[in-house]
């Protein structure tokens, strides 16, 4: 049994924490976590990707009705703040909800290359979600797991860099003479 007034103040640091971090990471019912930008509004998170030109979204298994878990960082240390199981809704194109969180998104959206209608875009190419919260957080200041959490790293295709050639260093920093 959880105490009185609890549920208010789970609910007041799942959005307060949301709203000051920059990235969240979202994961879905498949693939490993993934860092997104987003904005929050009413009472959910929105996000938009899957487009040419946007976050990909694919992989993580978000699917209108479906679940995800959201993991929020601390603005100040940066470390794991918060996390919420989410229920995922996928306004349809053009409808109230779906303008009222693109009218959000397209004020935090930066360098996007065609500002000026990027709504018409994301209405054609992309995908716009709302993870709205369920339930009280899995983890919160006083009930966080032991241990890092910490994933292994991905596998990848991509490799270090070659050692530096020996007369390098030579070269940039050697003194002009006058």
């Given at each position: ?62 699917v ?18 918060v ?72 596998s ?23």
């Amino acid at each position: 049994m959880t105490a009185p007034g609890t549920e208010l103040l789970d609910q007041a640091l799942v959005e307060e924490a949301t709203k000051k971090s920059g990235l969240v990471w979202v994961r879905g019912p498949e693939g490993p976590s993934r860092a997104l930008w987003h904005v929050w509004h009413d009472g959910a998170v929105c996000l938009v990707g899957d487009g040419p030109l946007e976050q990909p979204l694919e992989g993580l298994g978000l699917v209108d009705g479906g679940t995800a878990t959201v993991t929020v960082r601390s603005k100040d240390k940066g470390g794991r703040l918060v996390a919420w199981s989410a229920r995922v809704a996928e306004p349809e194109v053009g409808g109230e909800a779906w303008q009222a969180a693109v009218d959000e998104l397209k004020g935090k959206r930066l360098n996007a290359p065609d500002a000026d209608t990027v709504t018409e875009r994301w209405a054609r190419e992309c995908r716009v979600l709302r993870l709205v919260p369920e339930g009280e957080p899995a983890q919160k200041p006083g009930a966080m797991p032991d241990g890092s959490q910490a994933a292994a790293p991905l596998s990848t295709d991509a490799t270090t860099r070659l050692p530096q050639p020996a007369g390098l260093p030579k070269l940039l920093f050697r003194r002009r003479r006058k």
